[in-house]
């Protein structure tokens, strides 16, 4: 059996760091305690899925000593560096601390999985040997796949008739939709051209007052929030999936998550961003990345894939799909991972192993 702690709820809009900090501390002493008092000696490691906090962690290194069993780690966010680019904290002081818990936690882990490959120099800096270090992606939820555009008309789904370029997800301001809607701005008199937007988030109203100002709502249009069965129907009607974000050191470094979706279902993407996403994206050949926050970049490649032949696109979308493949599905990974966690177990008993 392989406990797994998970990330507490976070308290929102409070403002204040130090009600951060006591609903992380108290979640690690709660999954502490409950740990000593719930499990048995029954199990062979611990998993840890660690989108943020890093606090998480602490129950896992914690019973690990008790137990005597090793820990795998996967980090979704690098601590410290999201608490300073979120703004949550800005105390120097603090973030000292923090990277002495953070040292604290991945030494004492026999693995570190990271998310992207950006990542390694940051889980190095704090004295991590790199081939305790393994790259393990996040996939896509199975029902990401190539879709015929039929099961949309059987699902009663329709988008404007013309050129459509889809963008699904959060609408935050990580994902800079002023950008967005200043290349649709750029575009606007390209009449059968349209931004389609699939989601909720933070800065719907935001963009929602931008597109009545910019006087774009014949071209770009917020359909709202859709389950997650329906977004490969939506994209079966697409021309082109989007994905954004702002430049940010701390977002060049990550994968959005909305990459390993779009390469499954066979679409070629266009991307405003750079670090790790950008790399996958003209790696896999799946589609055309511009910089991030350039607005007249991201028309000009808007336009490139609008005047492209269909069969070319689709080519994107097949390589992208063919990537997701051998890099990102599901199943591939997950016997990557039972591989790591036998290895694990069979240096804790030097060499002897009991599964």
């Known amino acids: 059996g392989i406990p797994v702690f998970r990330t507490p709820h976070l308290l929102r809009n409070s403002g204040k760091s130090w009600h951060l900090a006591i609903n992380y501390l108290s979640f690690a002493l709660s999954?502490?305690?409950?740990?000593?008092?719930?499990?048995?000696?029954?199990?062979?490691?611990?998993?840890?899925?660690?989108p943020s906090p890093i606090t998480v962690g602490l129950p896992a290194v914690i019973l690990k000593k008790y137990f005597n069993i090793p820990v795998l780690i996967w980090v979704q966010d690098l601590w410290p560096e999201s608490l300073s680019a979120a703004g949550a904290v800005n105390s120097s002081a603090v973030i000292g601390l923090v990277r002495q818990l953070v040292r604290f936690i991945y030494r004492r882990?026999?693995?570190?999985?990271?998310?992207?490959?950006?990542?390694?120099?940051?889980?190095?800096?704090?004295?991590?040997?790199?081939?305790?270090?393994?790259?393990?992606p996040n996939s896509a939820e199975s029902v990401y796949r190539?879709?015929?555009?039929?099961?949309?008309?059987?699902?009663?789904?329709?988008?404007?008739?013309?050129?459509?370029?889809?963008?699904?997800?959060?609408?935050?301001?990580?994902?800079?939709?002023?950008?967005?809607?200043?290349?649709?701005?750029?575009?606007?008199?390209?009449?059968?051209?349209?931004?389609?937007?699939?989601?909720?988030?933070?800065?719907?109203?935001?963009?929602?007052?931008?597109?009545?100002?910019?006087n774009l709502g014949r071209t770009v249009h917020l359909l709202g929030k859709y389950p997650v069965e329906l977004m490969p129907v939506f994209?079966?009607?697409?021309?082109?999936?989007?994905?954004?974000?702002?430049?940010?050191?701390?977002?060049?470094?990550?994968?959005?998550?909305?990459i390993q979706s779009y390469l499954a279902c066979a679409k070629p993407i266009i991307a405003s961003l750079d670090g790790e996403g950008a790399r996958i994206i003209e790696h896999s050949q799946a589609g055309t990345v511009s910089p991030p926050e350039n607005p007249a970049a991201l028309a000009e490649t808007v336009m490139r894939y609008y005047r492209m032949p269909v069969s070319a696109?689709?080519?994107?979308?097949?390589?992208?799909r063919q990537y997701f493949e051998c890099n990102?599905?599901?199943?591939?990974?997950?016997?990557r991972l039972e591989d790591w966690m036998k290895s694990v177990k069979c240096e804790e008993n030097d060499g002897r192993c009991a599964f």
């Open 313 to 320: 696109r689709n080519a994107q979308g097949r390589a992208g």
């Open 31 to 50: 999954a502490s305690l409950s740990g000593f008092l719930r499990l048995s000696n029954a199990f062979d490691l611990i998993f840890v899925y660690e």
């Open 109 to 136: 882990c026999n693995r570190i999985l990271i998310q992207s490959q950006a990542f390694r120099t940051s889980i190095e800096s704090f004295g991590v040997d790199s081939d305790r270090i393994l790259y393990f």
């Open 146 to 214: 190539p879709v015929e555009p039929e099961a949309a008309a059987r699902a009663g789904i329709t988008l404007p008739d013309g050129f459509r370029i889809v963008f699904a997800g959060n609408i935050g301001a990580a994902q800079d939709f002023d950008t967005i809607l200043a290349a649709a701005e750029m575009l606007k008199e390209v009449h059968d051209l349209h931004w389609v937007v699939l989601g909720d988030g933070r800065q719907k109203a935001h963009v929602q007052s931008k597109i009545a100002e910019k």
């Open 235 to 258: 994209f079966s009607l697409a021309d082109v999936l989007l994905v954004t974000l702002k430049k940010d050191p701390i977002f060049s470094l990550t994968i959005p998550s909305k």
């Open 328 to 335: 990102f599905e599901r199943n591939f990974l997950l016997r």
